[in-house]
């Protein structure tokens, strides 16, 4: 097929993919909901186009976490990229690279942040989840800091976890070892598994130390998602806080409150997320709740948005609602299901092209313009023009 968008992205990777580990990427929580709001309200949003504006070829870079990128989005953490391509995690990391934006490991991942940090040059994040295992999460904290990671990724928003339906029907994070219905499903997709087996049998490297946790990648997301810290509280923030001396964000903020504390415990920058609609069935969309929470925090403080994004115009208007940045997920995680690092290339080369033309038709001629005209360029559906 041809792809031109990321929704051909997202078909071609079901076309791939085994169907446990598409699902896994694709759905949502209880009846998906908030997955499906995400989306539907970036639709509702329209953006004032205007004409014999500029012939300039639009500037796309911008700041956030104090770091000029040359993009507006980066990408942000999913987990166990390295089953869905071989590698995974180093080769969305290098395309990242290549096109002058950042790239979060997972706590779920199959490469470790130093194996990272070791074989890709470039902007590198981690994302933190709080495990019950304090020594653990010290040793997790200890190779990032090893690593030279700057900036460090606190996902808030998953100490209970939603019951995602598709997963729980192929036993993804349940099942410690594949089911004969698993291994018939990936042996339906014979390019998929000649990659990923190539390189042996995935397994967590971060948990080499710890037979505990079980050996493979199956046994081992089932063990992390056991050990889950559910009794997390701000004064573990300030903990976190204490022991990171680099940048630290917290993702998974949903209201104006959270938003605030977050601020006061130190933060440096907040991620307004519902976890791409997998948590809380019935929460608001992102995008919704964006502009509320900005003016709450204020606007000297970085704020970054995700979920639902599959154009280059939802970037432009979370960057026009006040967002310092978008991150993106399942966006990139189906580019590189299709084809590895080329792929992400592509993703992120789709989004470029569409920023820049849907600029350039909004008479503005880069995202700095962008942000200083602010939400005076989009409205919602039915709203004053």
Sequence with gaps: MTIVNIDDMREAARSRLPKLFFDYIDGGSFGETTLAANRRDFDDLVLEQRVLASGRIPDLATTFFGIRHDLPFMLGPVGFLGLYRGRGEMLAARAAAAAGTGFCLSTFSIASIGSLAQAVTGELHFQLYMLDDRGLNEELLAAAAEARVATLFLTVDCTVTGIRERDVRNGFRSATRPTPAMLASMMMRPAWLVDLLRLGLPAVEALEKHPEFGRGALEQAASLSRRMDRTVSWDDVAWLRSRWPGKLVIKGILSRADAALARQAGADAIVVSNHGGRQLDGAPSTISVLPGIIDHVGRDFDVLVDGGIRRGADIVKAIAL???????????????????????????????????????????GSIDELKAAGSSVVRRVGGPT
């Design 322 to 364: 006040g967002a310092s940045g978008v991150l993106l997920g399942r966006a990139y995680a189906f580019a590189l299901a299709v084809g590895g690092e080329a792929g992400v290339a592509q993703a992120i080369d789709i989004l470029r092209t569409e920023i820049a033309i849907t600029l350039a038709l909004m008479g503005l």
